[in-house]
Every structure is written in C-alpha cells, then in structure tokens.
T-cell receptor, first 117, second 113 residues
Framework: GAVVSQHPSRVICKSGTSVKIECRSLDFQATTMFWYRQFPKQSLMLMATSNEGSKATYEQGVEKDKFLINHASLTLSTLTVTSAHPEDSSFYIC?????????????FGSGTRLTVV | GENVEQHPSTLSVQEGDSAVIKCTYSDSASNYFPWYKQELGKRPQLIIDIRSNVGEKKDQRIAVTLNKTAKHFSLHITETQPEDSAVYFCAASIGTNAGKSTFGDGTTLTVKP
C-alpha cells in the first residue's frame, strides 16, 4: 500500500516549451503533495507544497509562474515547467501523504528526469 | 528555517564491516527524522525513521539513534553487504507534516566485496 506514481519517468524537451509532470497516489488519498528538485549528485531541495483544493506554497527562490502546481484532486498533483531552459534540467520528485493506516512519513514518486535541450 | 548537516559525504567500507552516518539539525522543534536510501536514478526509499520521543530504533541490520539535547542523529548499518551501496540521506521535519523535510546533503556509501 501507499504507492505513488509519477509520470513521465523521463522527458526531453526543447528550450522554450512547457512540460507537465503528474504525481498520483494510487491507493490512498493524499491531502498534501510536495515537489522536490534534485540536481546530479546533490540533495533534494523542496520546491513547493501542494494542498488539495488550494494554492501551492512555494519555497523561497522558486518562481511560482515558472513552476505551476495544480492539486485538483486527492490523488493527483501536477507540476508544469513553463518555458523550460537547460538550467531546469533536473530530477523532479514528488512525495505524497499523509499515509493511511497510521503509517509514518510520506512516500516518494518514482521521479522524472527532465532534460531541456 | 531548519538546517541539516550530514557527514561524511563519502564512506567506503569492507563487506561485513559497520557503517555509521551522522546528521545534525538546527531546529529544536523538529521531531521526525527519516533516513532514505537512493540508488542511482531511482526514488529515495525510506529505510528507517525515528520520532523525537524515542532514543533508538532498530530494524534488522539498520539502527538509528537520536540525541535530542545535542540535536544529532545517526544511522548505523551492521554487517554491510555490497547491495547496501547507495546514497543515504537523512532528513528532519516538524510535527505531522513529515513530508516537508529538510534533507542532508547525502552520503555515498560504497561496500567493497
């Protein structure tokens, strides 16, 4: 139980285009989803907190107009990277929760490797 | 905000030896401390966690200790195996909002056969 699916797993896009990444909780309802970015050989950096039915809360330094987050249902949050540039190339990972049945922590999605060329 | 420091950044041990990774945190309000294992190109996987009302937790070859006074916690892996080789991240979070975690910079563990 507590499975989080992320799609796509890999995407290559041209500079200036937009890319949408989906994060789904498959077997539980997630009131909160977090979006992280991880550059090669670096740690996970929180980008934003997404609560179902409300606006996302962005961390300092993260452009909300560039990284659009929508959490329209209890099982789906999307991150859209708008007007992508090569420096946006990174590994994007979501986490969803809280977990059911009293489990601790949150579960991570499988991640999306974005390459902007 | 919270600041988590993790040491060492790289660790190489011989198969069968123990490995210890240490983390410190700055915010005394943090009360949930998970450890994640991340293999190359894959998602972080929770391997063990500890809440602030507990000083130690063990799960087979893996244990975590927490010193709230000193604000540090450690991951201990005994009888290491080559498949333990990965990047390990510690994290700290406050309250029930455990998903909003501040991560350490990671430790690359290599277990030599």
């Amino acid at each position: 139980g507590a499975v989080v699916s992320q799609h796509p797993s890999r995407v290559i896009c041209k500079s200036g285009t937009s890319v949408k990444i989906e994060c789904r909780s498959l077997d539980f309802q997630a009131t909160t989803m977090f979006w992280y970015r991880q550059f090669p050989k670096q740690s996970l950096m929180l980008m934003a907190t997404s609560n179902e039915g409300s606006k996302a809360t962005y961390e300092q330094g993260v452009e909300k107009d560039k990284f659009l987050i929508n959490h329209a249902s209890l099982t789906l949050s999307t991150l859209t990277v708008t007007s992508a540039h090569p420096e946006d190339s990174s590994f994007y990972i979501c986490s969803a929760g809280p977990l059911p049945r009293g489990l601790d922590g949150y579960t991570f999605g499988s991640g999306t490797r974005l390459t902007v060329v | 905000g919270e600041n988590v420091e993790q040491h060492p950044s790289t660790l190489s041990v011989q198969e069968g030896d123990s490995a210890v990774i240490k983390c410190t945190y700055s915010d005394s309000a943090s009360n949930y401390f998970p450890w994640y294992k991340q293999e190359l190109g894959k998602r972080p996987q929770l391997i063990i966690d500890i809440r602030s009302n507990v000083g130690e937790k063990k799960d087979q070859r893996i244990a975590v200790t927490l010193n709230k006074t000193a604000k540090h916690f450690s991951l201990h892996i005994t009888e290491t195996q080559p498949e333990d080789s990965a990047v390990y991240f510690c994290a700290a979070s406050i309250g029930t909002n455990a998903g909003k975690s501040t991560f350490g910079d990671g430790t690359t563990l290599t277990v030599k056969p």
